[in-house]
């Protein structure tokens, strides 16, 4: 089973060099001007241009003409400002970081300039601090040097630098030459497009390696120890991934950030859970106390709206409500308990919980069987399949407005029951579209009556079920009518409408790759796949060279897995 287990928080530290025309801010101390020491202190030196950028106009990609400084790389850089969790935290809440972490201003489409950078291990570029606009413009007031041994000591101190010559961009050139190495050189050919999103990959032995966005096959080792945060992504629509239960503290100290990453809760101690955002305490000193409830382990619901928290015999659901105002951007969220579900017995069933992409629909377990609950009708919770014996039928997934339940009635079989909730009809390992109209049934094992059902011809209609057999390595839906499919001799998987996969039904699909597959993975916002087609090697879709990681990792691949992406996307 693949899921997320970790997500990429490293906050890094940036600046670019900056003209004195830019407003200083109270952290800086002062606009010191425009440094040709702090340039030097960068590898690279560029002129480009932003051809994308995140939503918040934060985390960008640069198209490079030109490296005047530096060992030449592609033609495309992620310049990456800040984390994603801090840029939502902060974007999404109104909040002006003022000088640090690029929350000063945008970086428009378009914009074209010179940019320092240092290649962080990961494969995005950065810059020397955080106090610094990431643009220079001309003509620039005054240029000037460091006298100290030390040329990125007290820059702010007059006493300590010396005015230089010139403020248009020849002059600049002029300086990088005097100053450093001017070695204009032309952006390496045919180097992929950076990814927006890092890749964990795991191999036999247990360890984890961040694959760089940058695909050069410089592979930095990681420990979950490493991570400040967990996150993972459990989705409701791939197989296996949704037969794994979604993620739940049960554990002293253990940590999740909600699946919009702006809010994090803990289990401080055996018996309470805490709610906050963040990076709270190094944005404020003083703040008050964060929420706490009573319970012994928790998770949050699929949009973050709610938080379920087993407590003794009960089930607690709360509701998150975030404040802002304008004094005090960052107050506490506040929690209000929505309702409280009777639980027989939640021991061996802690975590067992589903909720619907929408959030209104909760299928939980405990010892007298599944129940479903409706979060916004107020209604009592249903028991829809009761415990036969010593079978305790555990959830699976929830379609995304709770029509379609999925469950298993035996926890070590590989099969499990589709519920149509209005009709109460039940089918054999199906898998739901998001938008509810479409469903796949895997395998073999579905009775002739139920099969016989769906026998569809061409032209297929919208709502006709998509019958795979037999059962395939994986398979998910990316999109109401695409998905793909990774069968038992090779991979096929591809975006179309009612796709059709060889050996599945009727016509030609395109094939993303052909061939021996041991894991795949998607990721949707730029729509490649990376595939692991031996032991040590990946192929990703926008790009035909393969990259063998022999020499790189300690054993075989047996996962890869994308990480929250770097951009933000509002949406």
Known sequence: ????????????????????TQPAHACSGGDPGASIDEIMQNAT??????????????????????????????????????????????????????????GAGEIGLGTRGYFALLRSSGGTYVTLDTYSQPLLTFPVEQWWASTLSDPMGDMYDPQNRTALEG?????????????????????????????????????DTGAHYLFPVDRHNEMRSVSPDSFPARFVSHPANAYPDMLDLPPSCAEAGCVLH???????????????????????????????????VSGQAFAFSRTGEALLVWNGDQLDVY????????????????LRRLTSLPLSNANGHIGAAEWSADGSTLLYADDLGLWVFDLWRGAEPNLIMARQWEAFPSPVFVSSTGRYLGMKTDANSPDWLLMDAHSGELFENGLVSADERRVALLGRRQPLAQA?????????????????????????????????????SGAYYGRYDLAYVPGYGIGEPRLAYEGDVIDVAYEPHQGLFVTVTDDHTLAFSDYRREFDLSEQIDGAITRVEWLPPLFYYAN
Request: aromatic share 12%.
């Open 452 to 488: 016989s059902i769906y026998e569809c011809a061409p032209p297929m209609a919208s709502n006709c079920p998509l019958i795979i057999a037999p059962m395939p390595q994986e398979f998910a839906w990316l999109d109401n009518s695409a998905y793909y499919v990774v069968g038992t």
């Open 258 to 292: 909600s699946p919009d990453l702006r809010l994090i809760a803990e289990q401080t101690d055996a018996q309470t859970i805490t709610l906050t955002y963040p990076y709270r305490e190094w944005a404020f000193s003083v703040a008050m106390p964060p929420p706490t």
């Open 1 to 20: 089973m693949r899921q997320i287990l970790f997500t990429l928080l490293v906050l890094i530290s940036l600046s670019i060099f900056v003209t004195p």
């Open 319 to 334: 509701l998150i409500q975030r404040l802002v105002e304008d004094e005090m951007p960052f107050n506490q969220p506040q």
């Open 45 to 102: 030196i560029v002129l480009a241009t932003v051809v994308e950028r995140d939503d918040a106009g934060v985390n960008v990609v640069l198209h490079v003409e030109s490296y005047l400084r530096g060992e030449p790389a592609g033609e495309y850089l992620l310049f990456q400002r800040t984390d994603p969790v801090l840029t939502r935290v902060y974007y999404e809440y109104g909040y002006d970081t003022g000088c640090t972490y690029g």
């Open 167 to 203: 403020t248009d961009e020849a002059s600049f050139l002029e300086l990088l030459e005097r100053y450093g190495d001017l070695t204009p050189t032309p952006p390496l050919a045919d180097q992929p497009y950076p990814l927006t999103t890092p890749l964990l990959i795991t191999t």
